[in-house]
């Protein structure tokens, strides 16, 4: 069996919502990568950078984290995709 790494060239799916709703609340990458440091979760301001570009996997704990982080609800996260 194959094992899915990318989806249309892109480590995630949900990077370009993120970027959204960080500049929908007028938040900084620095700021938000502060908010999610205060809650325990070991990312850089470079790694949320390259989660917003598809360019870093990112994990199921770290969705969780930016849904509470950006405060939305997770499902918010994925609006949009299919």
Known sequence: MHKINQYNN????I????KMLRI???LSQEYLCARMQTMGYKISRS???KIENNK???SD???LGFAKALKVNINN????LE
Do not use: A, P, T
């Open 10 to 13: 892109n480590l995630n799916i």
């Open 15 to 18: 990077g370009g919502n993120i």
């Open 24 to 26: 929908n609340r007028q």
């Open 47 to 49: 790694d949320i950078s």
């Open 56 to 58: 870093k996997f990112i």
């Open 61 to 63: 704990f770290e969705v």
């Open 77 to 80: 996260l994925y609006d949009g």
